[in-house]
């Protein structure tokens, strides 16, 4: 990592308020050039607390950008931080209408030039994308890194039909201690309290609206930009990672967009910007890689968008993509082996579909419920125990079908295999998850990737259709993306299973599985051909052609991580009670620990998840998360505590919510609230 110290322009910092037409006002901080001339601006727009949650990511590229010619807005949206008003549903309208009006604010300020970009991501992609879709006019470009076309099938709530325990109790958790947190008060004043009170008398947890929209209904079509790709109006930079779960969306972004305003780039990485050097690498110069993207769209006169003597921007290929090599399961990776590819064009004519045929007999596949414990974590963030581990025990719970690479050259796919499955089910709900696992010759078994399918959804994720008990049906269902190189000598394996906990929610009478019949299944794998070198659509000269600077960032924040003699909880620990058959994962998801910022602000963060399910029966399941957390400054003489509890069952008929919020000034309860709600249960 090269640390910037030096810039072409000096800079300076201003946190603001900006005003919405209703009244409310958003925080803001601002770092702009030091220079006589309007500039164009660049907004990141999300809730997630810019005076302490991300300051430390923010200062890696805001200064970064403003130092090269660019006012750099961070904004926290309503409701959250420091910002006025209270919070609503994620991503909801008035989110929206207020982040087009901050779009039109900075660029009617006399310090901007009019040309706004926003970038951002996961929740700050998110917004990017849906703001671009309402088209205001001043905005110009969007850099989407992590971030979702589709809320309700590329998110943290359904995959495949299927309700997502792992990601939605654990989003909805962390949003609710979000939401319930108080403004600061060296930056909101003495009315601090009085603006928390009034933020917390509006909170709701947001798994009670998640779980009421069951199918993709009008709630979750009109949540992403899938609906409608023309109304984007602004070009658009769409960033992935294979280890991230919404890598899909650049897959698709670049097919539907128009080429002469979009591109596509997908690494190794995981749910992180991929500068920031965390596992899995290697990272690369993307502040230089987004400031050219700028430079293009946001200020075409200068050098940086003319290439500066090189190609610009848009002569890069539609979509670079890493694929990677063969290597051994572990849950974290500092690097991992490869090289990046070039498609001009997506999807690919160099990427042909390989069907590989099943063999066998009918086989019935009753998977115990708890398999999937070593899934590994739905978005990965870098930390020791993300990364699913070695695959065997879980092929062990599955029926497994696996084709030899032939010695030559390896089998490279780029894109999204799918698979056709020939299933009976003797009950009138189901699922299936696949899995694609790379097998080495000492047997052990790498995920390479994975995908899901409610059966209830199979003619469509709008709709459940329970299954005609007894009989056979052909069902097909993609995978997630992936780029990835099979040696000669490896095996290809899919290994299919009827649970996946806790990624899948089990559904009552699940636990009867399914008959597989080989006879009427395959395997298709988007199977990369090596063209001719030279010939610019594969692994030629285009492909050779692709390298990245080193990562820079402008210098760190400062913020202290006091030292403690306190033994640090296991990532991922997996508990089986032998007498019970009960199996418990807990999580501790690392999110931040105790900071001191260099403003006196400290803040203590501990969370922890857990996720039950006894192995022969589905309606044990059961999540819970509880979050405690402490913002103290010791010279104002403040002391906020928030503590929330969120847990998840279900019986046959629906699922049992409980959640508690528990706000505290010093040792006195300001604010304390319970909900307790059953939600009924469609066919997920």
């Not at 949650?53 to 926290?76: E, F, L, M």
């Not at 300020?109 to 970009?117: A, D, E, I, L, R």
């Not at 670049?254 to 596509?264: F, K």
């Not at 020939?422 to 390479?448: E, F, K």
Request: aromatic share 10%.
């Amino acid at each position: 990592m090269i640390i910037r110290t030096e810039f072409p322009y000096e800079t300076t910092r201003e946190d603001v308020r900006i005003p919405l037409p209703d009244g409310v006002e958003l925080y803001a901080r601002i770092w702009r050039p030091v220079t006589d001339e309007p500039v164009p601006a660049l907004l990141e727009y999300l809730p997630y607390r810019l005076t302490d949650w991300t300051a430390p990511r923010d200062w890696q590229r805001h200064p970064w950008y403003a130092g090269h010619g660019y006012a750099s807005v961070r904004v926290d949206v309503r409701g959250h931080g420091c910002s006025g008003g209270r919070p609503g549903d994620a991503h909801d309208a008035r989110e929206l209408a207020d982040g087009v009006a901050v779009v039109e604010w900075l660029a009617a300020q006399p310090w901007c030039t009019g040309s706004v970009g926003m970038f951002g991501i996961s929740w700050g992609g998110f917004d990017s994308l849906k703001i671009a879709a309402l088209a205001p006019e001043p905005l110009k470009a969007v850099v989407a890194v992590c971030s979702t076309d589709d809320r309700y099938d590329n998110d943290v709530h359904y995959m495949g039909g299927s309700l997502l325990a792992v990601d939605m109790h654990a989003r909805a958790a962390t949003m609710l201690a979000f939401a319930s947190r108080p403004p600061d008060p060296k930056y909101v004043g003495d009315d601090w309290r009085g603006q928390w009170l009034d933020r917390l008398e509006s909170v709701e947890p947001l798994i009670h609206t998640w779980l009421s929209h069951q199918t993709r209904d009008d709630y979750w079509r009109h949540g992403g930009v899938r609906e409608d790709y023309a109304a984007i109006g602004a070009a658009v930079l769409a960033v992935g990672g294979w280890h991230d779960p919404y890598r899909d969306t650049v897959l698709r972004l670049v097919e539907h967009l128009p080429p002469t305003r979009v591109r596509g780039l997908i690494g190794p990485w995981c749910h992180q910007y991929p500068d920031r050097g965390l596992p899995p690498g290697p990272a690369i110069g993307f502040l230089q890689e987004t400031l050219r993207w700028w430079d293009h769209w946001l200020r075409p006169e200068s050098d940086g968008a003319r290439g500066a003597g090189g190609p610009g921007v848009m002569d890069e290929p539609l979509l670079r993509a890493w694929i990677g090599d063969s290597h051994p399961p572990a849950t974290v990776y500092e690097e991992l082996p490869g090289r990046w590819v070039a498609e001009k064009a997506w999807p690919s004519p160099s990427v042909i579909p390989v069907p590989y045929l099943f063999q066998g007999q009918p086989v019935p596949v009753v998977s115990p419920q708890h398999t999937g414990t070593d899934a590994g974590r739905f978005r990965p963030f870098g930390n020791d125990g993300d990364l699913p581990p070695d695959q065997r025990e879980e092929d062990a719970k599955s029926a497994c079908f696996e084709f030899p690479v032939a010695d030559g050259e390896p089998v490279e796919i780029l894109g999204r295999p799918s698979v056709t499955l020939r299933l009976r089910l003797d009950v009138p709900y189901g699922q299936v998850v696949a899995r694609l696992c790379d097998i080495a010759p000492d047997g052990s078994s790498t995920l390479v990737t994975r995908g899901a399918l409610n059966l209830s959804a199979r003619r469509g994720r709008d709709r459940a259709l329970p299954w005609p008990a007894g009989s056979y049906e052909d069902v097909t269902f993609e995978l997630n993306g992936i780029g990835h190189a099979f040696r000669p000598g490896h095996r290809i394996r899919l290994a299919v299973s009827s649970a996946y906990w806790p990624w899948i929610w089990p559904r009552a009478g699940s636990e009867a599985g399914w008959t597989l019949d080989p006879a009427g299944s395959s395997l298709t794998l988007p199977v990369r051909a090596a063209p001719a070198s030279g010939s610019g659509s594969g692994s030629g000269s285009a492909d050779e052609g692709i390298v990245f600077e080193a990562p820079e960032q402008s210098a760190p924040l400062g913020v202290a991580i006091p030292a403690t003699l306190d033994e640090p909880r296991p990532e991922r620990l997996v508990v089986r009670d032998v007498a019970r058959g009960t199996w418990r994962l807990e999580v501790d998801p690392r999110y931040g620990g105790t900071r001191v910022y260099p403003d006196g602000l400290e803040v203590s963060e501990d969370a922890e998840e857990v996720y039950e399910i006894q192995e022969a029966d589905a309606l044990s399941a059961r999540t819970r998360s509880r979050w405690r957390i402490r913002l103290h400054r010791p010279d104002l003489g403040w002391d906020a505590r928030v503590e929330t509890r969120s847990e998840i069952s279900c019986d046959e008929g629906g699922f049992l919510t409980s959640n508690e919020v528990v706000c505290r000034e010093g040792d006195e309860v300001l604010f304390h609230r319970t909900w307790e709600r059953r939600l009924p249960r469609a066919a997920v």
